[in-house]
């Protein structure tokens, strides 16, 4: 079965610093997507990055990039020079398969990781 | 191009009252997807829609709760003799394709008195 683990509930970081948030997960799908989204306070979940199973380099997106280790299926998610904007809540998640059959559609979340940034 | 657009943004209900939660996709978007956050918890997927049909509902409770999402207009998730355990936020999240990054609504929270 599906499972994404976040083992991280909370973390705190200095401003302008680099960190780096943990995600692991099981599948037996050769074939699947993994998605970093970002909750603020005030609700609404932002998608960050993506990284698809067959993808040769890891997925970079501006300050974010998602260290991607197959054989170890972990899916770490790096943020540079953090901001305090960047304070928030984390989720990684996992589609699995590419499309087809639709029932893998539906996205699998990790618990989330809190991270507060200190000026 | 706006976004996955939901209303109403917070609702109240008394217990048994009917809830229902609109989500209209992003433009071009055929694919909808509803999910429910309990507070300080992920994400968990209820039910996958595409134009008039269920397509996986696996994550939807078995009593109280339909979803539809008509050839004309929003994605409706209802809500029928709402408890307080359905106190939470619904997201609605909508994709070109199956296969694509899913974009989330800003969420209806429910609360239940």
């Known amino acids: 079965a599906q499972k994404i683990t976040q083992t991280q509930p909370g973390m705190f970081v200095q401003e302008k610093e680099a960190v780096t948030l943990d995600c692991t997960y099981d599948?037996?799908?050769?074939?699947?997507?993994l998605f970093w989204y970002k909750q603020p306070s005030s609700g609404e979940m932002i998608f960050l990055i993506y990284?698809?199973?067959?993808?040769?380099q890891n997925a970079t997106e501006g300050r974010y990039s998602l260290n991607f280790q197959k054989a170890r299926k972990s899916a770490n998610l790096v943020i540079s020079a953090s901001q305090l904007g960047d304070s928030a809540m984390y989720f990684c998640?996992?589609?699995?398969?590419?499309?087809?059959?639709?029932?893998?559609?539906?996205?699998?979340f990790g618990s989330g990781t809190r991270l507060s940034i200190r000026p | 191009n706006a976004g996955v657009m939901q209303n109403p943004r917070h609702l109240v209900r008394r217990r048994g009252q009917e809830a229902r939660l609109r989500c209209s996709p992003m433009?071009?978007?055929?694919?909808v997807y509803w999910y429910r956050q309990l507070p300080e918890e992920g994400l968990k997927f209820m039910v996958y829609?595409?134009?008039?049909?269920?397509?996986?509902e696996s994550g939807m409770p078995k009593e109280r709760f339909s979803a539809e999402f008509p050839k004309e207009g929003p994605s409706i998730l209802r809500i029928q003799q709402v408890v307080r355990g359905d106190s939470a936020a619904y997201f609605c999240?909508?994709?070109?394709?199956?296969?694509?990054?899913?974009?989330f609504g800003p969420g209806t929270r429910l609360l239940v008195l």
């Open positions: 599948t037996s799908d050769p074939s699947y997507g």
């Open positions: 998640a996992m589609r699995e398969g590419p499309g087809p059959p639709s029932s893998a559609s539906k996205i699998i």
């Open positions: 999240a909508s994709s070109p394709t199956s296969a694509e990054t899913q974009y």
């Open positions: 433009k071009g978007h055929s694919h």
């Open positions: 990284q698809g199973s067959y993808d040769q």
């Open positions: 829609l595409q134009k008039e049909n269920i397509i996986d």
